[in-house]
């Protein structure tokens, strides 16, 4: 490698959780859950670059969500949850800067090598449904997250001195992003030997406020791995307790394959 000597580095994690649930009937249709989760994380971490960090965070995370039995096969519900993604230290992004450190001043990269926690509220409702036998099921869904200090794939380009190039990723934290859409599904079974079923799904999700190392200004993108539209039919059939035959369409939209650059997935269609 670059380096004079291998890289190294020690990372230590202690975590200390407590978490707990209960669900209580308001009343005869009507049901309410409430849960949380409390967790103390501390983390050493040291490398040959010269980085040492040590730091302490109190997380707390929880769900409440409300069940309403409409009758015997229909259901609405609610719920309100906030998850929190833990924070780290880069040591990718820690090597690299010392390989580099004798060709630039890698000081203004050097806040890069910590990330932060993400902070998530998810806000849904939906509705679940079923016939009377119990062939024909399905549900509805709608949600909205909204994402704080999101976790993303940050990456660095710095030309060498000897013409080549230093690429390395590492995890980066975007000021905040929106995640909202739709999801349904169905099942249908006209007979024993035969099922159908179906999902669609409905996504918009954009960083509301991100940027990179680079100074690239991507408030307003659409994040990666996001399609905004995916699809999926399938038709099963039980010739026997050991013999099936089944049919599967899928589908889903064009999307970036990542926050570092403009490339994108094409639109696919599958048949199985």
Same mark, same amino acid.
């Given at each position: 490698t670059?380096l004079e000597?291998?890289?190294?580095s020690?990372k ?5 959780? *407590? ?11 009507v ?23 040590r ?6 995370t929880?769900? #409440? ?7 015997e096969t229909?259901?609405l519900?609610?719920?309100i949850?906030r ?12 090597s690299?800067l @010392?390989? @580099?450190?004798?060709?630039? $001043? ?9 990330f932060d ?16 036998d119990?062939?024909i099921s399905?549900? *509805? ?8 200090d ?5 990456? /660095? ?5 000897d013409g080549?190039?230093?690429f390395? $990723?590492f995890?980066?934290? #975007?000021?905040?992003g ?5 999801e ?5 079974r ?13 996504? $918009?999700?954009?960083f509301?406020?991100y940027v ?5 200004? /991507? ?33 889903r939209?064009?999307f ?11 639109s696919?269609?599958?048949?199985n």
């Amino acid at each position: 490698t670059y380096l004079e000597a291998p890289f190294s580095s020690v990372k230590d994690t202690d975590t200390l959780a *407590v978490y707990g649930q209960i669900s209580q009937p308001v009343r005869d249709d009507v049901t309410l859950t409430l849960g949380a989760r409390l967790e103390q994380r501390d983390v050493t971490y040291r490398d040959s670059a010269g980085v040492r960090e040590r730091f302490d965070d109190n997380y707390w995370t929880g769900n #409440a969500s409300i069940n309403w039995q409409l009758s015997e096969t229909s259901a609405l519900f609610a719920t309100i949850s906030r998850g929190v993604r833990a924070g780290g230290v880069n040591a990718s992004l820690s090597s690299t800067l @010392l390989t @580099l450190a004798n060709e630039i $001043d890698v000081t203004p990269y050097r806040n890069s090598t910590r990330f932060d926690e993400e902070n998530l509220l998810n806000a849904e409702i939906g509705y679940r449904f079923s016939s009377t036998d119990q062939r024909i099921s399905g549900a *509805v869904t709608i949600f909205n997250m909204d994402r704080r200090d999101q976790q993303v794939k940050g990456s /660095l380009v710095i030309s060498r001195s000897d013409g080549s190039t230093s690429f390395s $990723d590492f995890p980066d934290n #975007a000021a905040g992003g929106t995640n909202r859409g739709l999801e349904a599904s169905i099942e249908w079974r006209p007979t024993e030997a035969l099922l159908f079923n179906g999902f669609i799904a409905r996504l $918009d999700a954009s960083f509301d406020r991100y940027v990179n190392i680079d100074g690239t200004d /991507l408030s307003g993108r659409d994040q990666p791995q996001a399609p905004a539209d995916q699809y999926r039919l399938t038709a099963i059939y039980d010739f026997s307790a050991s013999l099936s035959a089944s049919l599967e369409a899928t589908g889903r939209d064009a999307f970036f394959l990542s926050d570092r650059h403009e490339v994108t997935s094409p639109s696919a269609r599958l048949i199985n």
